[in-house]
């Protein structure tokens, strides 16, 4: 949360993940170039050049994976969410790391040439009409442009002028930015070459990419309880069933998803989507008086959706109503921002 | 910290759950472990990129020929070295993707002088010239253009690579992850080579050139570094095998 941009609100759980995120860079690198050659069977060197720009690229490839990976495994199991609370630096380090194995495929392939490197790029192969031999590296920059379009504008300062509906939008491009580089690697690298270990680390790392967010949908859609609707209110179910200091969350006709908290006996509503990028906050716990989204950790008092004090995010709230002990809520959303009296729960329920 | 031991909740800016910290830390773990057995496995199992390599041991390398300017330049050795003996035929090229062509065509069937670094992959030989007249300069006396001798009509499996990065300058430099980079090549004049996957004569590698025996059109670029079979005539010049391909014969081989 923040009242004022700084570049980045550092903590010790972010210096923790870069450390983490810097660590498996490093590693990776310096084992493909200096530990993996004792291995090769044979004793002739590929260019320096070459090895660097594959060393770069199938380290930008699997890091990319993993960003993929984490939001549904988040999903699938929340234990995973502080791999999600730093994945924009993730995402950052992975842009450069694409830019890397870039420039050295530039520097090599298209330098010492009359022609400019990037004339040589995007004239030299026109082999468009055709699936071999088409110009795989327009696919790759296609995705490195995605990738630094997500950098440049992964500041929260974009997400609050983009708006966080238009922001998440755009950050969807981590899709076809994963499509082009897959296409980009299938077309181009796995052509080449007549190992195919690489070939079995890209296919089962676009299954598991897949797979994952198959299953996290699944479970989502599974979980996803569309209330039913009485005189207009909508039943969110029996009062009974929502622990203190957590959330159910009810899916609206219109599609929107309602949190209904429990707090000291007492029940509120909120939207489940943070102001913040849209996490879900009924995922999220009451910690000190405020529902906290598992995501990045903003605040909202259960009564009015409200940061607290100095910050100013808001998040629409919604009536309540009990039926003996079945909840209802209103589904027409207040203002955000706008007090709700909690509904008491019945005293043999508190 | 938030949440219960048994139900840990992380906040990003407060300290991490106790009931989490095992599993942190065995998932870095886990990170860790698989981006150093990754990069091992898929740096530990890249090809061979063949023999190919600039010759920069052997010294610079000064030879006498005789000048053959067209399709492609290449010298037919009169007055070698101890590397590359007399009646070699070499390749010309020049700087990164230049061709020399410019230079070659006025000294067209001329006595030279040829001066550079070697590139040599297997049977074929590359000179990389030294600039201006320091590469290439006529010089007295007169010899015969070797004679060519044809060795019949063939169907060949293979690829088409550009003469100078195949040749060494790069490793590997074929397949389609280097097309473009072939392509680029071809285009400022660097002699495509058609690499056979069987040998004719005792080679593999062949200086490709059209029915006619003239340079490929722009055309053929689009099948560089492909697996294709192609048809044509065999044609043995000084030292060098030529393939007068016929483009219309051209077909992919899955
Ligand atoms: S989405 Fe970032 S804190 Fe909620």
Redesign the pocket.
């Known amino acids: 949360m923040s009242v004022k941009y700084t570049p980045v609100q550092w903590n010790a759980n972010k210096y923790g993940y870069d450390l983490v995120l810097i660590g498996m860079v490093v590693l990776y690198i310096l084992s493909f170039l200096n530990v993996a050659p004792m291995f090769l069977d044979h004793a002739r060197p590929t260019d320096g050049p070459i090895v660097r720009a594959r060393a770069f690229g199938t380290c930008a490839f699997l890091l990319l994976t993993i960003i993929l990976c984490i939001g549904p495994l988040a999903r699938l199991d929340a234990r995973f969410l502080p791999l999600l609370y730093n994945r924009r630096h993730f995402g950052v380090l992975t842009s450069v790391i694409a830019l890397s194995h870039a420039m050295f495929v530039m520097d090599w392939y298209f330098n010492f040439a009359p022609q400019s490197k990037l004339e040589g790029l995007l004239g030299a192969n026109t082999s468009y009409g055709q699936v071999l031999g088409f110009p795989f590296e327009v696919l790759g920059l296609a995705g490195l442009i995605c990738l630094g379009i997500l950098a440049a504008t992964s500041h929260d300062f974009w997400l609050n002028f983009l708006t966080p509906r238009l922001w998440k939008a755009l950050h969807f491009l981590i899709y076809p930015a994963f499509a082009a580089v897959v296409g980009h690697i299938a077309l181009g690298s796995l052509q080449s070459q007549d190992n195919s270990i690489f070939a079995i680390v890209v296919g089962l790392s676009t299954a598991l990419v897949c797979g994952l967010h198959a299953l996290a949908a699944w479970k989502e859609r599974g979980c996803d309880k569309r209330g039913n609707a009485d005189a207009g209110w909508i039943i969110v179910g029996d009062a009974g069933d929502i622990e203190e200091g957590r959330a159910k969350i009810i899916k609206l006709p219109n599609g929107d998803r309602v949190a209904v908290f429990r707090h000291k006996a007492r029940l509120s509503a909120i939207a489940n989507a943070?102001a913040?990028?849209?996490?879900p906050?009924g995922e999220g716990r009451i910690v000190d008086g405020c529902v906290t989204?598992p995501?990045?950790?903003?605040q909202y008092r259960v009564a009015d959706g409200r940061s607290p004090a100095p910050f100013t995010e808001m998040v629409p709230t919604y009536r309540l109503k009990l039926d003996q002990t079945t909840v209802l809520v209103d589904p027409n959303a207040n203002e955000p921002g706008m007090f709700v009296e909690p509904t008491a729960l019945p005293e043999h329920m508190q | 910290m938030s949440g219960s031991k048994k139900d840990p909740f992380f906040v990003g800016y407060l300290s991490v759950p106790e009931g989490l910290k095992l599993f942190l830390i065995a998932t870095v773990a886990l990170l860790l472990g698989c981006f150093a057995a990754l990069a091992l496995t898929i740096g530990g199992t890249q090809d061979d990129p063949g023999d190919g390599a600039f010759r920069f041991d052997w010294g610079r390398q000064t030879l006498i020929g005789i000048l053959e300017a067209s399709p492609y330049p290449i010298v037919h050795v009169t007055k070698g070295t101890k590397r590359i003996p007399t009646g070699s035929t070499v390749l010309l090229s020049g700087n990164g993707k230049r061709g020399v062509q410019s230079r070659t065509t006025p000294l067209d069937g001329e006595l030279v002088e040829i001066s550079g670094v070697a590139i040599k992959r297997g049977n074929i030989e590359m000179l990389q010239l030294r600039g201006g007249r320091n590469g290439i300069k006529k010089v007295a006396g007169s010899v015969q253009m070797p004679s060519s001798k044809l060795l019949g009509r063939w169907r060949l499996s293979g690829e088409i690579c550009d003469g100078k990065c195949f040749t060494g300058t790069m490793r590997p430099g074929r397949r389609l992850s280097h097309k473009a980079c072939a392509n680029l090549c071809l285009i400022n004049g660097a002699p495509p080579i058609f690499v056979s996957s069987a040998p004719v004569n005792g080679t593999r590698f062949f200086l490709l050139v059209n029915s006619e025996g003239e340079a490929l059109d722009n055309k053929f670029f689009h099948h560089v570094a492909q697996f294709i079979s192609l048809e044509g005539t065999v044609e043995k010049r000084g030292n060098l095998h030529l393939l007068k391909a016929d483009l219309s014969s051209l077909k992919r081989v899955p």
């Not at chain 1, 913040?276 to 996490?279: S, V």
């Open positions: 943070c913040h990028q849209n996490g906050l989204c995501w990045h950790g903003f």
